[in-house]
């Protein structure tokens, strides 16, 4: 399959995709419990530690919100462990593009340096992903519906405005979660994309809010090693509650095959270090002055 040019491949930055797909499980779930993770960035290891973690945490059903490739080396195997174990997997913008062949990663970058980088990442992962695969994340759901309890749950990967947007914790003020959360007619709206886990719910209604489940394929950016993804579930009084739970995995050898694989030593630095050292720049102010650089 040849790449489409860039510009048939760029997404206008307030549309969403012409083919978005929702899964919608609001019917057929009885579940209390669920975990929730976004980015793999091919980080099998992390992609297995994560999963046992959700199986001894009492996870009914784990879901993945998007972006299977990047950063991270042999992509095939953590697509191989979703279908494995049947994870209810959605579309990132990574897993678009790899699926759809297009020319880059629409991760919506505007530096020029974190472009090149994400780039590098992009190009070795799609030439990395067997067409099988390919596919597979090709014909993946844009978004998840479903009900816990009695609450609506809307997954997404970005937002549910743009595959691409960046929920930040410093710059998503409560106004603006009441209104998507009313304009999506949900309770709780549950993204990944920006790598750095964060919630938060209504002042008015604690039962209503986003949360961003961070990514399994990188460190926060916070000097730890470790990687994060959510559990939420409903109590006995039937209020929704939700966990950020810290995994560690071998960190020693991914980054030994990272090396292996010839990709770039400042993505195995981050691996080793617990500190981005690229894609820095679209960090909002705060988010950047709580890292290193």
Not at 93 to 112: E, F
Request: charged share 25%; with cysteine.
């Amino acid at each position: 399959m040849g790449m489409k040019s860039r510009e048939e491949s760029r997404l206008d930055p307030m549309m969403t995709r012409p083919n978005d797909r929702v899964l919608d499980l609001r019917g057929g779930s009885s579940a209390s419990r669920i975990a929730l993770f976004g980015g793999i960035y091919n980080n099998y290891l992390a992609l297995n530690a994560v999963l046992d973690d959700a199986v001894r945490a009492g996870a009914e059903t784990v879901f993945f919100l998007g972006d299977a490739g990047g950063f991270g080396p042999h992509p095939d195997r953590s697509i191989e462990i979703l279908r494995d174990r049947d994870i209810v997997s959605m579309q990132g913008n990574y897993d678009d593009s790899v699926g759809n062949g297009l020319d880059d990663c629409q991760c919506g970058y505007v530096d020029p340096r974190d472009n090149h980088y994400a780039q590098i990442s992009y190009d070795y992962t799609f030439a990395n992903t067997s067409q099988h695969h390919r596919d597979w994340l090709r014909e993946l759901p844009t978004s998840i519906r479903l009900n816990l309890g009695s609450h609506r749950l809307l997954l997404a990967h970005g937002s549910p405005r743009r595959v691409n947007e960046f929920l930040w914790e410093t710059t998503t003020s409560e106004p603006f979660i009441e209104r998507l959360l009313d304009e999506q007619r949900a309770d709780l709206v549950c993204v990944t994309h920006t790598g750095i886990p964060w919630q938060r719910r209504l002042a008015t209604d604690p039962n209503r809010g986003v949360l961003n489940v961070g990514a399994i394929g990188r460190p926060a950016n916070d000097g730890s090693l470790s990687v994060w993804y959510a559990l939420v579930s409903i109590d006995e009084s039937g209020d929704l509650r939700s966990e950020l739970r810290s995994v560690a995995y071998d960190t020693e050898r991914l980054a030994a095959e990272m090396r292996n694989e010839g990709l770039p030593d400042e993505f195995v630095e981050t691996i080793e270090t617990g500190w981005w050292t690229t894609c820095l720049e679209i960090l909002p102010a705060k988010e950047r002055a709580a890292g290193r650089f």
